[in-house]
């Protein structure tokens, strides 16, 4: 009976988000195809970004800068979508 009570008592104090008394992250499985496309959104939402800061932007050197870095998360976004499809 006793080794009943500390085997209930060790499963009370382990819950879902611990493993051994230890805390533990769970991280998403993520196939091949959709880590590629959660980068390539990223990437574009970089982009946007962006673009959303160049229209706050109050100087046209602001302006500029925020433009030139949307291209280039553009541009990155292409190399990888051209890079995956190469590799197909």
């Given at each position: 009976?006793?080794?009943?009570a ?31 496309l ?22 046209s ?6 433009i ?10 292409e190399?990888a979508e ?7």
């Amino acid at each position: 009976m006793a080794g009943r009570a500390w085997l209930t008592s060790y499963r009370k104090a382990l819950d879902r988000d611990s493993f051994l008394g230890q805390r533990v992250r769970t991280v998403p499985i993520f196939t091949e195809m959709e880590a590629h496309l959660l980068i390539l959104a990223q990437l574009r939402n970089n982009a946007a970004d962006c673009i959303r800061l160049a229209e706050a932007a109050r100087s046209s050197e602001h302006k500029s800068l925020f433009i030139e870095m949307a291209e280039r998360w553009l541009t990155l976004a292409e190399r990888a979508e051209k890079t995956r499809a190469e590799g197909r």
